[in-house]
Every structure is written in structure tokens, then in C-alpha cells.
């Protein structure tokens, strides 16, 4: 299984990034996918997640700016991040996660640093 995240990068306060996690080797239709992040000397934050049925849910720092998508052909899911602020800096991570039976699966990527300059 892979998580591979891209887009990331360095922006101005108020821009935009649209981040990108392609999966591999998992069937991509069953899991709820989420975005997290952690930002240097914090603690990691869940920022948006998006169900196998496709229902959103987002942290209260990111709603309104950011938006989570998925393209099950494409087994990917987005991060579109506008209004960006400096308080966004961090490595974002995409995850996988899903039940079968008794049994639970949870795949991260590696993650991708998006700093956000004032």
C-alpha cells in the first residue's frame, strides 16, 4: 500500500494550494480518507476527512478555507487549501483508514510541507 502526497510548497498569506495523495494497493472505495497536519513543536491536528460515501467533515480552523475531494477513479484525494495564514505552516498528511470484519487498516503517507509566508 501506498499514500503518496504532493502540491505542497511555499505561498503567501491569502493564497492557495491544492494538495493531492495518491493511493496504491488498497481498494481506494472503502476507506475514509483525512488529511492531518503537524506543525513543528505541536501536536499532529485531524483537518478534514471525507468517507467512503463521500460525507465531509472538517476542523473548525479550516472550515470555510479548505475543502476535501475525492476521485475514486483516480483512487486520490484532494486538499483544496484557499485563504491561507501563516498558522497553516506544517506537514500535511493523508491517511487511509477503514474496518473489515473485526479487522482495522490505517495507512499514512509520508506527507508534504506547505508553508504559508505572512
Known amino acids: 500500500v501506498q499514500l503518496v502526497e504532493s502540491g505542497g510548497g511555499l505561498v503567501q498569506a491569502g493564497g492557495s494550494l491544492r494538495l493531492s495523495c495518491v493511493t496504491s494497493g488498497m481498494d481506494f472505495s472503502i476507506f475514509h480518507m483525512s488529511w492531518y497536519r503537524r506543525a513543528p513543536g505541536k501536536q499532529r491536528d485531524l483537518v478534514a476527512t471525507i468517507t467512503y460515501d463521500g460525507a465531509t467533515n472538517y476542523a473548525d480552523f479550516v472550515t470555510g478555507r479548505f475543502t476535501v475531494s475525492k476521485d475514486n477513479v483516480r483512487n486520490t484525494v484532494y486538499l483544496q487549501m484557499n485563504s491561507l495564514k501563516p498558522e497553516d505552516t506544517a506537514v500535511y498528511y493523508c491517511?487511509?483508514?477503514?474496518?473489515?470484519?473485526?479487522?482495522?487498516?490505517?495507512?499514512w503517507g509520508q506527507g508534504t510541507q506547505v508553508t504559508v509566508s505572512s
Open positions: 491517511t487511509g483508514r477503514t474496518e473489515v470484519a473485526v479487522e482495522s487498516y490505517v495507512y
